[in-house]
């Protein structure tokens, strides 16, 4: 009988990931996802931080026992409020919409809007609390210190202004098209998996194992995309899902992941399209891949999807260089990893100090400091965890290591001429023993400005593509019974169990 569970649980998980491609999938891509696409054309936002203005890392607003402050904003649309102080249990924050309105945001050490987490209090209004996104006259942050020993207070807030701007529609759909393949994939190899020779959106890419665990191969594999001719997408599958290191289960604005499947749902338009996987392991791989792909009689957008893995050990005295990008586009979010040399014997204290400068077109916007950009605080909280737009998926004491995510979904970066994203190292740039990895995220017109990419083209002549109706592999017919199979196997599987628990 022992015997007997055990294989029927073997068969069950196998059919189970057999079964995988069938879940249910959205047929068109999202109202906030398509606002990235529409994002290059929007107004650039205003910026409102508690930034140290002579640069000396004092970004904070000091408040005395008892005191409270008025920060004033703008009229416009609030697309992100971030904010932490030294006693967050002390602490009230107000959002004054208008002169007549005040909001409760932030008492007692709880959010009554939006989320207070491990001391980092954040707002993204324009979903799910579209009332308070709204700024009119007399707009204004009202903080108090209720702690009865002065308190640092920081804050990070972006305003759109409000400005009537044409923003481009997608156009009609023609036709919904699924494409599923299975890749082999041999060690230190490239494979073309998926091409498109129409105009088309990508906006759900699957990538399986086709047995056994992703884990630790999903954060070495690597997804390349060629848009209309020009290299554009060269990164990790997981840095991709905002994971630059570290291999966390979960989901977020832009991606699912289970330790099997991963599932990317940025928005990919093109004239032309061709993707393929590099496998950098020593060993061969066979994957499930899957592409929803909306197609259309037009070119559906001018932007481009581009994402490039990159990286820079610290130099003393030079920041760090994230981006720059000439044209018209937006900045739509950043993985990070940071980890000193091995053997360092430095263990540099302060490697997080560091302030975020992004340039646009010419206009600054400085942040509060490295976790501060990523919507945490205070180095970051003890455990990785996965959220919407922000995250950790890997953090070490000794070596002091950090690995994050911040997706700018809801509140994207537009630049029209230029973007020159820099990011301050350690206290004023003074480590030498850190090593900095990263896959910057944006959207682009063409000519795209993508550094160390190049023109695609195939990896070799032969076919690693095997279409679900070819010899080798799975009709949807098959699929289904596989996966009526898997309901029955994992039923009996169950019964099985428990008749054992009741016998024991």
């Known amino acids: 009988m022992t015997q007997f569970i055990k294989t029927a649980s073997r068969f069950a998980v196998a059919l189970a990931l057999l079964a995988l491609p069938l879940r249910a999938h959205a047929q068109e891509l999202s109202s906030e996802l398509q606002g990235l696409l529409q994002a290059p054309y929007q107004p650039q936002p205003l910026w409102f931080a508690s930034t140290d203005p002579k640069h ?85 942050l009202i903080v108090t210190n209720r702690a009865k020993q002065p308190s640092k207070w920081y804050f990070q807030a972006s305003v759109r202004p409000d400005k009537q701007v044409e923003l481009p529609i997608l156009p009609q759909v023609t036709a919904i098209d699924k494409r599923e393949f299975t890749v082999s994939l041999p060690k230190n190899s490239e494979r073309e998996f998926g091409s498109w020779a129409n105009p088309g959106l990508i906006y759900e890419l699957t990538i399986a194992m086709d047995s056994g665990s992703a884990k630790g191969i999903f954060s070495q594999l690597r997804l390349r995309a060629t848009w209309d001719g020009q290299r554009a997408v060269d990164a990790p599958l997981l840095a991709l899902a905002g994971q630059e290191r570290g291999d966390e289960f979960g989901g977020n604005s832009v991606a699912d992941y289970d330790g099997y499947r991963l599932l990317l749902r940025w928005p990919m338009p093109f004239k032309t399209a061709k993707l393929s996987l590099y496998n950098p392991t020593n060993q061969d ?43 018209q ?88 001429q230029n973007l020159d994203f820099s990011f301050e190292q350690g206290r004023g740039n003074n480590t030498n023993d850190l090593n900095w990895k990263w896959t910057a995220f944006w959207y682009q017109v063409p000519p795209l400005s993508v550094p160390g990419a190049s023109g695609g083209s195939a990896p070799d002549g032969t076919s690693p593509l095997t279409p679900e109706s070819a010899p080798g592999g799975l009709s949807n017919g098959l699929k289904i019974a596989l996966a009526v199979f898997a309901g029955i196997a994992i039923g009996v599987f169950s019964a099985l169990r428990k008749i054992k628990r009741k016998r024991v």
Request: aromatic share 12%; net charge neutral.
């Open 56 to 140: 000396q890392n004092f970004d904070y607003v000091l408040l005395q026992p008892g005191q409270t402050r008025r920060i004033p904003l703008a009229k416009g649309n609030l697309l992100r409020l971030w904010s932490t102080s030294l006693f967050p249990d002390q602490t009230t924050l107000q959002l004054q919409t208008n002169r007549d309105r005040v909001t409760p945001l932030w008492a007692n050490g709880k959010a009554l809007s939006g989320t207070l987490q491990n001391k980092a209090y954040t707002l993204f209004p324009i979903f799910d609390y579209e009332a308070l996104s709204k700024l009119g006259d007399g707009a204004a």
């Open 285 to 327: 791989l066979k994957l499930d891949v899957m592409a929803r792909v909306q197609s259309f009689a037009e070119e559906p957008s001018k932007v481009r999807f581009c994402a490039i893995e990159q990286s820079a050990h610290t130099e003393t005295g030079k920041p760090i260089s994230i981006l720059k990008a000439k044209g």
């Open 329 to 416: 586009g937006t900045l739509a979010g950043l993985a990070l990893s940071i980890e000193p040399d091995k053997g360092s014997p430095k263990q540099t204290f302060g490697y997080l100090e560091g302030n975020e400068t992004i340039t646009i077109d010419g206009a600054p916007y400085e942040g509060t400091g490295n976790e501060d950009y990523f919507s945490s605080a205070w180095y970051f909280p003890d455990k990785p965890y996965i959220d919407q737009y922000n995250g950790l998926s890997f953090k070490s004491a000794r070596p002091p290591t950090i690995s994050a995510y911040r997706f700018h979904v809801v509140d994207p970066l537009p630049f029209k």
